[in-house]
């Protein structure tokens, strides 16, 4: 096997394959990053059995073949390397001789045939969504789903498509995402995706061309996510994610309408001095034309007040402050719209110009 390739070319796709390589496996072959030559170009798949990224880049091939070589020295050796065209030369004994320049360096590595195959991933059972709007599903709902290993399908957000409708979803006992798109497909599917591999895809379509579609194709246990020479393998969760349309709230007594960068603000100000108590509640009073916002801690006191529009009754009601500025930060609207229903139900905060985001978050006592 022998193959010549441009330094940073070869750099740029193996930080691409290398977020799926663990660096703890019991397997050795999967400490190492695959790669193929083949007529024209260069595959390179990085693969711990949960994710799995796989792209191809441009080489000048001498021989065909494949290797697994370390991926955590051949990484930083090639970073190191000068931006000029890189010789690897495999031997027999799957010994790759690299040389660049006046540079010449050996790395021991692991015959190809070993390395676990990619799932073959049926495409009739796929649809297309433009990128951009996937990575801002994404960026929408991500930060809700839940750390706790306890409850591991809530590790993961819910794609949910049907009648052309696709909704993610993201539950962490606290709070709630949704994002809505309107998608041309017939499929009718329903998926739990891992949080892990839904933030790879996001760091990975901000680092391509963001232009153009994305085809996501599935499986019963497997979801592949492919553009141009990417491609994303992933393991899906298994069980049965929460039926989150029940936790949603069918009427509400209150509405308060506001500026979404205002109420933002004046609770990250307030953010300041809460996180200072072990409790980091803050109290909203809503009242005729303003919430007030007051948060106590050992350290001090703040007041801060907000200009709304109220529908509905008064109220005061407590919430974890990061909760909000979660979902304040990524909402793509000047003013919202907040609906109460009482001091113990969950709120729910929507964009006021469109109905295709949804945010439900808990309330939480508020020391009196």
């Known amino acids: ?23 703890k496996t019991t397997l050795p072959i999967l400490s190492g990053l695959f790669f193929e030559a083949t ?3 260069l595959k390179l798949i990085g693969n711990d059995l949960s994710l799995s990224i796989e792209t191809t880049v441009e080489a000048t091939i001498i021989e ?26 495999i031997n027999e004994n799957h010994v790759v001789e690299i040389t660049c320049g006046d540079s010449n360096f050996k790395i021991v590595g692991l015959p190809g045939n070993e390395y676990p195959e990619l799932p073959n991933m049926d495409q009739e059972n796929s649809f297309l969504i433009d990128k951009e709007l996937f990575a801002n599903m994404i960026r929408q709902t991500s930060f809700a789903i839940s750390q706790d290993e306890s409850r591991p399908i809530l590790t993961g957000a819910l794609l949910e498509i049907e009648n052309g409708k696709f ?3 993201a539950i962490d006992g606290f709070r709630m995402a949704i994002k809505k798109a309107i998608i041309k497909t017939d499929l009718n599917k329903k998926a739990v995706v891992p949080g892990r591999t839904l933030n790879e895809i996001n760091k990975l379509l901000s680092q391509n061309d963001s232009k153009g579609d994305l085809r996501i194709s599935f499986d019963d246990k497997q979801v592949l996510f492919s553009t141009g020479d990417l491609k994303v393998y992933s393991r899906l969760l298994a069980g049965e994610f929460i039926n989150y349309n029940q936790i949603l709230p069918t009427e509400h007594k209150s509405v308060a309408i506001t500026s979404t960068d205002s109420f933002l603000t004046a609770i990250d100000r307030s953010f300041l001095m809460a996180r200072e108590n072990k409790n980091v509640a803050i109290k909203f009073e809503v009242k005729d034309d303003f ?27 407590g919430f974890n402050p990061k909760y909000l500025i979660d979902a304040l930060k990524i909402v793509d609207s000047e003013d919202i719209k907040i609906e109460f229903v009482n001091n113990v139900s969950p709120c729910i905060i929507k964009p006021m110009d469109n109905d295709n985001y949804i945010y439900l978050v808990l309330p939480c006592r508020i020391s009196k």
């Open 1 to 23: 096997m022998k193959f010549k390739c441009q330094q940073n070319i070869l750099s740029n796709a193996i930080n691409m394959v290398s977020k799926a390589v663990s660096s």
């Open 39 to 41: 007529n024209g170009s």
């Open 64 to 89: 065909t073949g494949s290797i697994v070589i370390p991926a955590r020295l051949f990484s930083e050796l090639i970073r190191k390397l000068p931006n000029e065209e890189i010789t690897f030369n």
């Open 167 to 169: 909704n993610m979803v």
């Open 291 to 317: 919430i007030k916002i007051t948060s106590n801690s050992e350290m001090g006191s703040s007041v801060e007040k907000v200009h709304i529009k109220l529908e509905g009754q008064d109220l005061e009601i």
